[in-house]
């Protein structure tokens, strides 16, 4: 095994434990708190994709998605969960068949699990932030903990948090694989950057993580050749145990993937990408962190060039590069696709605080002062996502106009009746409604269209108000007015001081309303 002295810069090489257990429970308190907000008629822009499809392969068995937007893993995650949730219901008598269940019923076990691995995250951070010192990992851990673009994601069951996790998981069995030599280290590392792959296609980046590892290691045993064929090969098959289905129905796959990839050209007209991803990434860290990230990417580099610690600084500098790069020209633009960044960004933030600092020493500068700037930096680290983070969760527990929303369709609305929700903005119970989500509004009275036969249409305020900025905006508009004079309005919900949402407006076609 490798000397370990030479991966640590601090003389704090022990672990604080019970420092570590308050951050972690910090963590956990951040994002599973009002967890279930909103549910079951506010979902997450995207859970639906996961929860129909997990929820459609109880009932029927078939265990492939019919769905490749996402490699796979995600659906076999939270498949035994749902069967959990299910069996634990079941036992407590709230359903009696899987007929009566729907993805509403799903959601809170579901995104317990991402919780949850957002936690592992902060854990890993930790870990990978180790290999520069006990303080530079629980500054580390304590940013990621407090991360509000972390903490938010981490409220919904989406691929995002789970991807960051692998991501994070690979970078540090990489490490592992360095400081072994082994070639089985090196498979390992690959394997879970496969895991990492079957999360999210874009996270396939992290095979880069262990191919560092295995270029700057010497020697190997038994040689480096080995090492790199280990990695790529249980890379493949660790894609390929996770997401099975990529093979299995590959004509599926290859349609699912070229019709994703459509999503994915490069930007065209507007802000370029990599300045909208910079501004989400500053507005996630706060400025100090984001000036201290630099100097850290700074002080990364030049150790990269000059040793010692190549591997370490390479992963975290390099990989967060690259991966910004693979994201920053796609036309599809979320500021969630950057979290499999934050850990490796963390502990440069992390590092530039406390080596950054330390190398103060040379011009004599007296211990008590480094370190009283140590905790002026680190409360200037943690104190703007802290507070972004509380303001986030508090806000997750106002009434909503959905809830409002809700409410009156499930009074008011026969079950069985045809509803039309524009973008998922109102998530209507499946089992007791015919529902379609539309793009927009209007063209569900378009001739065939689906949702076509809808009497009840449940138009937002932050739909037919964007209309105004999309390209056709002005026809679009005029057709909004169209169907509102066309249609009797059932019910209006406005977002006041006490209650958050959009505008909801319930419309009805036709007569015969009540």
């Given at each position: 095994?490798?000397?370990?002295?030479?991966?640590?810069?601090?003389?704090?090489?022990?672990?604080?434990?019970?420092?570590?257990?308050?951050t972690?429970?910090?963590?956990?308190?951040?994002?599973?708190?009002?967890?279930?907000?909103?549910?079951?008629?506010?979902?997450?822009?995207?859970?639906?994709?996961?929860m129909?499809?997990?929820v459609?392969?109880?009932?029927?068995?078939?265990?492939?998605p019919h769905?490749?937007?996402?490699?796979?893993?995600?659906?076999?995650?939270?498949?035994?969960?749902?069967?959990?949730?299910?069996l634990?219901g079941?036992?407590?008598?709230?359903?009696?068949?899987?007929?009566?269940?729907?993805?509403?019923?799903?959601?809170l076990?579901?995104?317990?699990?991402?919780?949850?691995?957002?936690?592992?995250?902060?854990?890993?951070?930790h870990?990978?932030?180790?290999?520069?010192?006990?303080?530079?990992?629980?500054?580390?851990?304590?940013?990621?903990?407090?991360?509000?673009?972390?903490?938010?994601?981490?409220?919904?069951?989406?691929?995002?948090?789970?991807?960051?996790?692998?991501?994070?998981?690979?970078?540090?069995?990489?490490?592992r694989?360095?400081?072994?030599?082994?070639?089985?280290?090196?498979?390992?590392?690959?394997?879970?950057?496969?895991?990492?792959?079957?999360?999210?296609?874009?996270?396939?980046?992290?095979?880069?993580?262990?191919?560092?590892?295995?270029?700057?290691?010497?020697?190997?045993r038994?040689?480096?050749v080995?090492?790199?064929?280990?990695?790529?090969?249980?890379?493949?098959?660790?894609?390929?145990?996770?997401?099975?289905?990529?093979?299995?129905?590959?004509?599926?796959?290859?349609?699912?993937?070229?019709?994703?990839?459509?999503?994915?050209?490069?930007?065209?007209?507007?802000?370029?990408?990599?300045?909208?991803?910079?501004?989400?990434?500053?507005?996630?860290f706060?400025?100090?962190?984001?000036?201290?990230?630099?100097?850290?990417?700074?002080?990364?580099?030049?150790?990269?060039?000059?040793?010692?610690?190549?591997?370490?600084?390479?992963?975290?500098?390099?990989?967060?590069v690259?991966?910004?790069?693979?994201?920053?020209d796609?036309?599809?633009?979320?500021?969630?696709?950057?979290?499999?960044?934050?850990p490796?960004?963390?502990v440069?933030?992390?590092?530039?605080?406390?080596?950054g600092?330390?190398?103060?020493?040379?011009?004599?500068i007296?211990?008590?002062?480094?370190?009283?700037?140590?905790?002026?930096?680190?409360?200037a680290?943690?104190?703007?996502?802290?507070?972004?983070?509380?303001?986030?969760?508090?806000?997750?527990?106002?009434p909503t106009?959905?809830?409002?929303?809700?409410?009156?369709?499930?009074?008011?609305?026969?079950?069985?009746?045809a509803?039309?929700?524009?973008?998922?903005?109102?998530a209507?119970?499946e089992?007791?409604?015919?529902?379609?989500?539309?793009?927009?509004?209007?063209d569900?009275?378009?001739?065939g269209?689906?949702?076509?036969?809808?009497?009840?249409?449940?138009?937002?305020s932050?739909?037919?108000?964007?209309?105004?900025?999309?390209?056709?905006g002005?026809?679009?508009?005029?057709?909004?007015?169209?169907?509102?004079?066309?249609?009797?309005?059932?019910?209006?919900?406005?977002?006041d001081?006490?209650?958050?949402?959009?505008?909801?407006?319930?419309?009805?076609?036709?007569?015969?309303?009540?």
């Open positions: 095994m490798a000397d370990r002295s030479e991966w640590r810069e601090a003389a704090d090489l022990q672990p604080a434990t019970l420092w570590l257990a308050v972690l429970v910090v963590a956990a308190v951040l994002r599973f708190w009002h967890l279930g907000t909103g549910l079951p008629y506010l979902t997450g822009i995207d859970e639906p994709e996961i129909v499809r997990v459609t392969m109880m009932k029927t068995g078939d265990f492939n769905f490749f937007d996402y490699p796979g893993l995600i659906f076999a995650l939270h498949l035994p969960v749902a069967v959990a949730n299910y634990v079941a036992g407590r008598g709230a359903w009696h068949s899987l007929a009566e269940v729907g993805p509403s019923d799903f959601y076990w579901a995104r317990a699990a991402t919780a949850a691995l957002g936690v592992a995250t902060v854990y890993v951070a870990q990978i932030g180790m290999r520069w010192g006990a303080r530079h990992a629980l500054l580390a851990a304590g940013l990621m903990a407090l991360m509000p673009l972390h903490v938010r994601e981490s409220h919904y069951a989406l691929t995002d948090v789970p991807a960051a996790f692998f991501v994070a998981l690979a970078g540090l069995t990489a490490l694989a360095h400081e072994e030599r082994h070639v089985r280290a090196f498979a390992i590392a690959g394997l879970v950057a496969g895991l990492a792959t079957a999360t999210k296609y874009n996270a396939g980046a992290a095979l880069v993580l262990p191919l560092m590892a295995a270029w700057f290691t010497s020697p190997i038994p040689s480096r080995m090492a790199v064929g280990a990695t790529v090969l249980a890379w493949a098959a660790g894609f390929l145990v996770a997401a099975p289905f990529t093979l299995i129905d590959l004509p599926g796959f290859l349609d699912g993937f070229g019709f994703l990839m459509r999503s994915y050209t490069p930007r065209g007209a507007g802000d370029p990408g990599w300045l909208i991803y910079l501004k989400h990434l500053q507005r996630a706060g400025w100090p962190s984001m000036i201290l990230l630099i100097v850290g990417a700074i002080m990364g580099v030049t150790r990269i060039v000059k040793g010692p610690g190549r591997p370490r600084w390479a992963m975290v500098v390099v990989f967060p690259l991966y910004f790069w693979l994201l920053a796609r036309s599809l633009i979320f500021a969630r696709y950057l979290l499999p960044l934050l490796f960004t963390c440069l933030v992390a590092v530039s605080v406390i080596s600092v330390s190398m103060l020493r040379r011009f004599n007296p211990r008590w002062a480094r370190t009283l700037l140590i905790v002026a930096l680190t409360v680290v943690l104190l703007p996502p802290a507070l972004a983070s509380v303001r986030f969760v508090r806000d997750l527990g106002r106009t959905q809830a409002l929303a809700y409410e009156w369709i499930t009074r008011h609305v026969p079950r069985g009746s509803i039309a929700v524009e973008r998922r903005t109102l209507v119970p089992q007791h409604y015919r529902v379609t989500y539309p793009r927009w509004l209007t569900v009275t378009k001739p269209a689906p949702g076509g036969d809808a009497r009840f249409l449940v138009a937002s932050e739909v037919y108000e964007m209309a105004l900025r999309q390209p056709d002005r026809d679009r508009t005029r057709r909004y007015g169209e169907l509102f004079s066309r249609t009797t309005e059932r019910a209006r919900f406005v977002p001081a006490a209650r958050r949402g959009p505008t909801l407006r319930i419309l009805e076609i036709g007569t015969g309303g009540e």
